[in-house]
């Protein structure tokens, strides 16, 4: 009988040392090989940290992208007006104009009528009362268009019809 001692198949030493291997020669080398003898790549940083180096990156460069673009959406919302802001304006333009004198008091949002035309323009159709140098309650039914340019507002057209006229002392305030 022959006693083969077990080490001899379990060469435990070389396998403990040989853990990396270059990742683009796939040779085998020595743990703790800071640079390939083949093609000179680096190995003190593992290849995983390196990837994972990139996907931070990455994950960076798609916040940053998502943080420009929500700006850009917040710059077209900002053209997109409501109700209420169509409104204003176009009270505010009515009142200035030449053609209309003193009024006393515009029609609400439910009491106009506000159709969105093409892209940034708008007919509204409502009314405002005055009153006339007699005294007299007046209100007036205006057609106005009006343009939003991102900016300003233009007063496009405006049509206006009177309605009704109460006698002086008598009729609204
Ligand atoms: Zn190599």
Redesign the pocket.
């Known amino acids: 009988m022959s006693y083969v001692p077990r080490r001899a198949f379990e060469p435990r030493d070389r396998i403990e040392k040989v853990v990396i291997s270059?990742p683009?020669?796939e040779?085998a080398l020595p743990n703790g090989t800071r640079r390939?003898p083949?093609?000179q790549?680096n190995l003190a940083v593992p290849v995983r940290l390196i990837g994972g180096a990139a996907v931070l990156l990455l994950v960076l460069l798609l916040f940053g992208f998502l943080r420009y673009s929500g700006r850009i959406k917040n710059k077209v919302d900002a053209l997109a007006v409501t109700p209420p802001d169509v409104l204003a304006a176009t009270q505010t333009l009515v009142a200035g104009s030449p053609m209309v004198k003193n009024p006393t008091g515009f029609s609400s949002l439910s009491q106009t009528s506000l159709e969105h035309w093409d892209g940034r323009r708008w007919r509204v159709s409502g009314y405002f009362d005055s009153r006339t140098e007699a005294g007299a309650a007046m209100r007036t039914l205006y057609f106005a268009v009006v343009q939003y340019n991102g900016r300003t507002w233009d007063l496009e057209d405006l049509q206006l019809q009177n309605v009704e006229v109460s006698p002086a002392g008598t009729g609204r305030k």
């Open positions: 270059c683009t020669c040779i390939c083949m093609c790549r």
